[in-house]
């Protein structure tokens, strides 16, 4: 199911049940969120800056989901990479979008330094991790979909 309604400054086709779990319980999305939404979900590129708790992570997050839903479905390896300055941060958005993710059937990893190694990133569609060169090697040598190479040239 999607939504079509222009005037809400989304583009046409965003799927219904992507926003409805990332923000249905809103009663409109932030100035932030509505701004990043579109060029995100259209395959462009942007910066986000916005103050802490105006909603960036859910102004990046959800219009990738948007977007790259089916491949996210396809089982294939990680599709998103979300790359974060602190551990903290990770295990807050952990606690955060699991259940979003959840909801949708997409599945999430955390990758940090007091994560073990033992976490099956091999099931992981998005993965939240720190800037570490060895995460990242690993994670482009052996679990990356071909989507993610499809998508982020």
């Known amino acids: 199911m999607i939504i079509a309604k222009p005037s809400h400054g989304l583009p046409v086709g965003s799927r219904r049940n992507v926003l409805e779990t990332f923000f249905g319980s809103f009663q409109r999305l932030r100035p932030i969120q509505q701004a990043a939404y579109g060029p995100i979900s259209l395959g462009g590129n942007i910066i986000i800056c916005s103050a802490t708790g105006s ?3 859910e ?3 959800a ?3 948007d977007r790259l839903y089916d ?3 396809a089982g294939a390896g990680i599709v998103i990479v979300y790359l974060c300055p602190t551990k ?3 295990n807050d958005l952990r606690q955060r979008l699991a259940p ?3 909801a949708l059937g997409i599945s999430l990893a955390i990758r940090h330094g007091d994560q073990p190694n033992d976490v099956d990133l091999a099931k992981a569609a998005l993965l ?3 800037l570490n060169l060895s995460t990242c090697f690993c994670a482009a040598a052996t679990l990356l979909s071909p989507a993610f190479g499809r998508h982020h040239r």
Do not use: E, F, Q
């Open 55 to 57: 909603g960036k992570t």
């Open 59 to 61: 102004a990046a997050v």
């Open 63 to 65: 219009p990738l989901i």
């Open 71 to 73: 491949d996210l479905h």
């Open 88 to 90: 903290a941060l990770i």
């Open 100 to 102: 979003r993710c959840l």
């Open 128 to 130: 939240i991790t720190t």
